[in-house]
């Protein structure tokens, strides 16, 4: 079991009020955070726990300006306050046109440009499911969060990319995506990692003359509250998605790893 199902919060999204007032905590926020207009820009979806929150631990410690962001403003707040004045939290529903379009304002207003995009929010880790006799509105749902989320999102967010000298797109991944190792279960979570992974390979070959590397990454079973007790630390598996967050210019782009190997697709 492995991959960014312990990295999304629960709330449900939140309404029109709570979006103007994460475009007001946000912008105040991000213009204490940093007035260094060198320092990369990184957003990261489902930050606000597990996986996502010590990835934008992690790259607020290599100097990064951080947009924390959760489909619940308050959660992401909590979170930000607990890691640094470098991170700013932001309210974000990947599924909400509203919310991308937001936040795509918000980041072009204040910084000009996006450096990392951390692909990480997932739903519906379905362990109760088997394919045969899946519940494909479960299945439907999954896909909104866990792949068309991501698609649409960098989407929005691909000017702002394009705007970078350093994009990198970072699509937490999972191994219940590798068809090479895939046996029964959890059809909901696998079926659309395994499209996420393909959404990948393609991003990166029409993104490459751009610059921007795009890479799955798999950070392993983790000891999250989806994840469940027994899995690695949670700061081993955020280290392979900030490693491919921060690669090198002409670092491999179309690839899926973890731990910085490359895993059999």
């Known amino acids: 079991m492995s991959g960014s199902h312990d990295s999304h919060d629960s709330t449900a999204s939140?309404?029109?009020?709570?979006?103007?007032?994460?475009?007001?905590?946000?912008?105040?926020?991000?213009?204490?955070?940093?007035?260094?207009?060198t320092a990369p820009v990184a957003l990261v979806t489902g930050g606000n726990r597990g996986i996502g929150r010590e990835v934008c631990r992690q790259l607020a410690g290599l100097d990064h300006i951080v947009l924390l962001t959760a489909r619940s403003l308050k959660a992401a707040e909590k979170a930000a306050a607990e890691l640094g004045t470098s991170v700013v939290p932001v309210q974000l529903d990947v599924t909400c046109e509203d919310d991308r379009q937001r936040v795509a304002r918000e980041v072009r207003d204040r910084f000009g440009r996006l450096d990392v995009l951390v692909n990480n929010a997932a739903i519906a880790y379905?362990?109760?499911?088997?394919?045969?006799?899946?519940?494909?509105?479960?299945?439907?749902?999954?896909?909104?969060?866990?792949?068309?989320?991501?698609?649409?999102?960098?989407?929005t967010l691909l000017p702002l990319l394009r705007a970078s000298r350093r994009g990198r797109v970072v699509n937490v991944s999972s191994g219940a995506a590798s068809l090479a190792d895939m046996g029964a279960g959890t059809p909901a979570y696998a079926t659309t990692k395994v499209a996420l992974n393909a959404l990948t390979r393609m991003l990166a070959a029409e993104l490459r003359a751009d610059g921007i590397l795009v890479n799955s990454v798999c950070p392993g079973w983790v000891d999250t509250d989806m994840g469940g007790p027994g899995g690695r630390p949670v700061a081993d598996g955020a280290a392979g998605v900030v490693w491919a967050a921060t690669l090198p210019g002409g670092?491999?782009?179309g690839g899926f790893f973890r731990d910085g190997v490359r895993v059999e697709w």
Do not use: F, I, K, M
């Open 14 to 37: 939140a309404a029109s009020t709570a979006s103007a007032a994460s475009a007001t905590s946000a912008a105040s926020t991000a213009s204490a955070a940093s007035t260094d207009s």
């Open 126 to 155: 379905d362990t109760w499911q088997c394919a045969v006799s899946a519940d494909l509105d479960v299945v439907r749902e999954a896909a909104e969060t866990n792949l068309y989320g991501p698609w649409r999102l960098t989407q």
């Open 251 to 253: 670092g491999p782009t």
